[in-house]
Structure formats: C-alpha cells, structure tokens
C-alpha cells in the first residue's frame, strides 16, 4: 500500500471514532436529561434572537431559491445569581410567546428547555 492509502485510512478511521464517540455523548446526555427531576429557576429573560441556518448547498439555492431555517435562542439570566445566564435552543412556539424583560419561571429537566412561565396575566378573563 503506498502512503496516500495509509493516510486515507487512518483519516477515515478517526472519522468514524469521532462520529461513534458524539453519538454516545448525546445518547448519554440524552438519558441523563429524562432520569432528571424538574427543577425550577426564576430567571429574567435578557436576550432572544432568531438564527438563520441555511441548510442547502449553494448549488440548490440556485436552483430551488434560498429556503432558510431558523433556530430559536433565548437568554435567561438567574435573578439569584446575576453573573449566571442560561442560553437555551427552544422552539418557535415557545420563543413567540417570550419577550425581552420578562421576569417568571422556568422549569428545566437536566439540560432540556420544558417551558417558561411569567406573571403577567393574560388578556384572557379567566372561565370556572
């Protein structure tokens, strides 16, 4: 086998390890999240932003048009600890209903965004 070969191989095998070893991280992530309790953190939102992910080729655009993707971030700062911001991937539902300054609560479950509550009543007379 000449080196370029070698080379090659070697490349591909740390490829694949590396590829093996992400995915045992997010599955033990993953598990470590769902065997988590629920734990409740009163927080300030600070910052909220929309992040375009294209995920086509340039090739496609050309062809099919830009479609673009978006990822939805938000900023909570702890109101117990100011020094502490948590920066949270969350969904779109989730990031519409969630404005800059909100004050409320968040609920957490390991790493894993479950929702954000705020004491702001809502326009909404409530029905018994």
Do not use: C, H, W
């Amino acid at each position: 086998m000449n080196k370029a070969a070698i080379l090659g191989i070697a490349v591909l095998i740390i490829i694949i390890a590396s590829a093996t070893y992400r995915f045992f991280e997010q599955r033990k992530q993953r598990i470590s999240d769902d065997n988590s309790p629920v734990v409740l953190y009163m927080v300030e939102v600070i910052d909220k932003k929309e992040i375009s992910a294209n995920e086509r080729r340039s090739r496609e655009n050309d062809v099919n048009g830009p479609e673009l993707t978006y990822y939805y971030q938000v900023t909570f700062r702890l109101t117990t600890d100011s020094r502490k911001d948590l920066v949270l991937r969350i969904d779109k539902s989730a990031y519409q209903n969630i404005e800059p300054e909100m004050k409320g609560r968040l609920f957490m479950q390991g790493s894993r965004f479950i929702k954000f509550e705020t004491d702001i009543p809502s326009d909404e007379p409530n029905e018994k």
